[in-house]
Each structure stands twice: as structure tokens, then as C-alpha cells.
């Protein structure tokens, strides 16, 4: 069970860090991963890490703003969110894969609740 959270409202150009903590199970040899999904839209890739925790992969919509990371000890990957704009504002989800760290939603094979995140301009 993945549960995400840390979401809120925020004015353009502040901050959120979003957690995600894994339960029942282990992922440390998991790929993690975020996407959103705006109203109106479908699911859109954010950011991902593989299992070491040394490569990452990220949208052009969040690069330079959005650094993802993971902390193994606590089962939990996290998504700091910098320079926030109002086109950021959908539910955010986390996603974690094996072997795998691209943009196919797919490709995921367990999925969080999602969490709201809402940046008034």
C-alpha cells in the first residue's frame, strides 16, 4: 500500500513537499515515481528514481523546480516542489515500478491514493 500525502493550497511560487510512504511491503529495489492529473486531463509523468536512488528522470514541465528522492529506511519517496505555478495544480500520485523509471504510467505496477495539490496564481 502506497499512502501519499503533504498536499495543499499554495500561492505561485511557493513550496510543497509531497511524501510517499509504502506499507505491507518493501520497495527498496523499486523504481518510485510521481505522475498528476489535472481536471479535464490525463495522467502526466512528473518525476521518477530508480531503485538506487542514483538516476532520476523528469518532465521538461518541472525541471529545475521539482527534485525527487527516496529514503529506503522509511520505505518513502518524496517530491520537493519549488516555484510553484498554477498550471501545477492536479491530484498527485505516486507510482512504483520494477526495473522501470520512464514516463508510461502503465509500466507502474502499484499506485497511491493521490494527493491534492492546488497553486492559486
Known amino acids: 500500500q502506497l499512502q501519499a500525502s503533504g498536499g495543499g493550497l499554495v500561492q505561485a511560487g511557493g513550496s510543497l513537499r509531497l511524501s510517499c510512504a509504502a506499507s505491507g511491503r518493501t520497495f527498496s529495489s523499486f523504481s518510485m515515481a510521481w505522475f498528476r492529473q489535472a481536471p479535464g486531463k490525463g495522467r502526466e509523468f512528473v518525476a521518477a528514481i530508480n531503485w538506487s536512488g542514483r538516476d532520476t528522470n523528469y518532465a521538461d514541465a518541472v525541471k529545475g523546480r521539482f527534485t525527487i528522492s527516496r529514503e529506503d529506511a522509511k520505505n518513502t519517496v518524496y517530491l520537493q516542489m519549488n516555484s510553484l505555478k498554477p498550471e501545477d495544480t492536479a491530484v498527485y500520485y505516486c507510482?512504483?515500478?520494477?526495473?522501470?523509471?520512464?514516463?508510461?504510467?502503465?509500466?507502474?505496477?502499484?499506485w497511491g491514493q493521490g494527493t491534492q495539490v492546488t497553486v492559486s496564481s
Open positions: 507510482a512504483v515500478a520494477r526495473l522501470y523509471y520512464g514516463l508510461t504510467a502503465d509500466r507502474y505496477e502499484y
